[in-house]
């Protein structure tokens, strides 16, 4: 069955950096496109990022735009969120997505179990 597990989350102070990675199995990984969603307290889950299953193609949310990189190694079946100058309003659960190709959660046929990211002010 398909997994995918997230890993890097954590405590940062504002203005720091966390890498979060996504390593996932039983799917042709370099034949889906992988995406990265959000969801802080009392929100609903919004889309953070997405990537081709090439890595060639890349979209991000306004919000994160500048500040994070989505990239793949499709020889490790892993997809990273590099988070660059953290802001407190970052602070959420992350979630892996893959299946989709774009911004809207209902495109995603499998998703990961989330990683805490909080960024301190």
């Known amino acids: 069955q398909v997994q995918l597990v997230e890993s890097g989350g954590g405590l940062v102070q504002a203005g720091g950096s966390l890498r979060l990675s996504c390593a996932a199995s039983g799917l042709t990984f370099g034949r889906t496109g992988m995406g990265w969603f959000r969801q802080a307290p009392g929100k609903e889950r919004e889309f953070v990022a997405v990537i081709s299953r090439s890595g060639l193609f890349t979209s991000y949310s306004d919000s994160v735009k500048g500040r994070f990189t989505i990239s793949r190694d499709n020889a490790k079946n892993t997809v990273y969120l590099q988070m660059n100058s953290l802001k407190p309003e970052d602070t959420a659960v992350y979630y892996c997505?893959?299946?989709?190709?774009?911004?809207?959660?209902?495109?995603?046929?499998?998703w990961g179990q989330g990683t805490q990211v909080t960024v301190s002010s």
């Open positions: 997505a893959g299946g989709g190709t774009g911004r809207d959660l209902s495109e995603y046929d499998y």
